[in-house]
């Protein structure tokens, strides 16, 4: 248990609302990231931080806008949400991803499913 | 920019054989980490094996092991004995270099162990 909640788990919303999504650590890590999982596209990268206030786009960051004012938690904010937006997204978490004993494995949470009607 | 195929969208193996689930990379980096994660119904992501790309040995945890091919740029995963729950989607995965720790997922492979 890599101590990494998701809230909600499930949402069902409608379109042109504003949705925003939590992650929340327990570990301390400085490398965070959320994902979305669509059929037949895996895992892509919406967007990522490095630190604190510290935040990065992804792959597939349109639409999609973070914050990140502690280091446990991370937000993920679909400004206007579409149905394009329905999806399965995923936050993770990374140990170490430079110097000595780097690992860059990733430890994911449990997911939220969000529809977008 | 790197990029992950799994060639195989879906794979099915009768309990106790062996399966093996293929994937292929590209990457500029010199400096990088593979891995194979499983989701099994429940969605949860699990981190299965990871492979250090200076290591030439090939990564094996319990009935899990991977072929590393760096050349060919090839990372299959051998399930050996498989067992009912390991039925799952598995997912190759690239990561490393100057990239912050992002990962690059392949499609996914959905293996199913039948009785």
């Known amino acids: 248990d890599a101590g990494i909640t998701q809230s909600p788990r499930h949402k069902v919303t409608e379109t042109g609302t504003p949705v925003t999504l939590r992650c929340h650590q327990t570990?301390?890590?400085?490398?965070m990231y959320w994902y979305r999982q669509d059929p037949g596209h895996g895992l892509r990268l919406i967007h990522y931080?490095?630190?604190?206030?510290?935040?990065d786009k992804g792959e597939v960051s349109d639409g999609y806008s973070v914050s990140r004012s502690k280091t446990e938690d991370f937000l993920l904010t679909l400004e206007s949400a579409t149905s394009s937006q329905t999806s399965v997204y995923f936050c993770a978490i990374s140990p170490t991803v430079s110097g000595t004993g780097s690992s860059y494995e990733q430890y994911f949470g449990p997911g939220t499913r969000l529809t977008v009607t | 920019a790197q990029t992950v195929t799994q060639s195989q969208p879906e794979m099915s193996v009768q309990e106790a054989e062996t399966v093996t689930l293929s994937c292929t990379y590209d990457?500029?980096?010199?400096?990088?980490?593979l891995f194979w994660y499983k989701q099994p119904p429940s969605r949860q992501m699990i981190l299965v094996i990871r492979?250090?790309?200076?290591?030439?040995q090939n990564a094996t945890e319990n009935r899990f092991s991977v072929n590393f091919q760096k050349a060919a740029k090839s990372f299959s995963l051998k399930i050996s004995d498989s067992q009912l729950g390991d039925t799952a989607m598995y997912f190759c995965?690239?990561?490393?270099?100057?990239?912050?720790?992002?990962?690059?997922f392949g499609q996914g492979t959905i293996l199913t162990v039948h009785p």
């Open positions: 995965a690239l990561g490393g270099g100057t990239s912050y720790g992002k990962l690059t």
């Open positions: 570990e301390n890590h400085r490398y």
């Open positions: 931080s490095y630190g604190v206030k510290d935040t």
């Open positions: 990457t500029s980096e010199n400096n990088y980490y």
């Open positions: 492979q250090e790309a200076y290591k030439q």
